[in-house]
């Protein structure tokens, strides 16, 4: 009889050390797919030669890192032959319109771009459209509005107003500038004004270069205002009037390639993620009883802030 139990022991702990390391195998082939699948996914795709696009809606953020990375990867991507810069947005960040600009601009260096305007191209939103080899645009589409903005509230007169003081302990005299809490002194309105200025130096660069145009005429159209796009064909800011199924066509002729060519969305948090979504939930699974947490965990959320100046524009 004792021999039967301790042989149903040994078979019981037998059966648990199998069980383990079936988990910590399929875990660990998990994680190894993850890996190559992702950069299987990045790297190589089944579409042949084709386009690329990326989509830039909305408010553009400080952190644009993910757009950044699809666009050097695929610059890297031999398959991909072309960009097709999706744009309907009226600017956001400077620092978040830099990091595009310059991301499209070493992607053009390489491969042809072309720009599809939406609604809006303004400011930092056509501040990334520069670098294209053609630029379109519809005849009501609101683009330019070249330049930058910094705002910085003051509610030092409500304070006064309600009987509350800020003391504020500064190292020199500009470190606090601007303040909500106090008015902007006139070093301080100087010291801005100056960022202000230099930024706005760095943007027009970037419109003569893209455009080929120089210097002295950006400034003359690039005191703040919009255009429509077919005011700014007349003005040389945009090539053609046309919708994205125009632009489309004349990517895919600059890229030698048929008009229905195939065409890849890339930079979207949705489409890149989606295997590793799937594979993160095969660990997650099993993971989840052994140590109490999930895949979800794994992913962490990226922010879309705006911090700094602005290039925007705002009706």
Not at 40 to 49: D, E, F, K, Q, T
Not at 154 to 178: F, I, M, Y
Not at 182 to 191: A, C, D, H, V
């Amino acid at each position: 009889m004792t021999e039967d139990v301790d042989a149903a022991v040994v078979s019981a702990l037998y059966r648990r050390r199998l069980r383990l390391w079936r988990g910590a195998s399929v875990a660990a082939f998990s994680v190894a797919l993850l890996v190559a699948g992702v950069s299987v996914h990045r790297h190589a795709s089944p579409l042949g030669p084709h386009l690329a696009r990326l989509k830039v809606h909305g408010t553009i953020g400080s952190d644009v890192s993910l757009m950044t990375r699809a666009l050097k990867t695929a610059e890297k991507d031999s398959s991909i032959k072309g960009l097709l810069l999706d744009i309907d947005s009226p600017g956001g960040a400077v620092t978040g319109g830099e990091a595009l600009h310059d991301a499209v601009e070493r992607f053009a260096k390489m491969k042809p771009v072309v720009v599809t305007m939406g609604g809006m191209g303004a400011s930092a939103g056509y501040m990334i459209a520069v670098p294209a080899k053609r630029i379109f645009a519809q005849r009501g589409t609101l683009t330019g509005s070249i330049g930058v903005l910094m705002q910085s509230p003051d509610v030092s007169s409500l304070l006064d107003k309600v009987g509350v003081s800020v003391d504020e302990l500064v190292s020199g005299p500009l470190k606090g500038q601007p303040s909500m809490v106090k008015p902007l002194s006139p070093e301080g309105r100087t010291m801005l004004q100056g960022v202000v200025n230099n930024l706005f130096e760095q943007f027009v660069t970037m419109v003569a270069t893209g455009r080929h145009m120089p210097e002295e005429k950006v400034k003359t159209l690039a005191d703040g205002r919009p255009y429509t796009g077919q005011q700014a064909l007349a003005l040389g800011l945009i090539d053609s009037l046309g919708d994205e199924d125009d632009a489309k066509a004349s990517l895919a002729k600059l890229c030698a390639l048929p008009e229905d060519a195939k065409i890849e969305t890339i930079g979207e948090k949705s489409k890149q993620f989606s295997l590793r979504h799937r594979l993160l939930g095969m660990i997650g699974g099993s993971f989840a009883t052994l140590f109490g947490f999930g895949a979800e965990e794994l992913l962490q959320n990226e922010t879309l802030g705006i911090d700094g100046p602005v290039a925007i524009w705002k009706p």
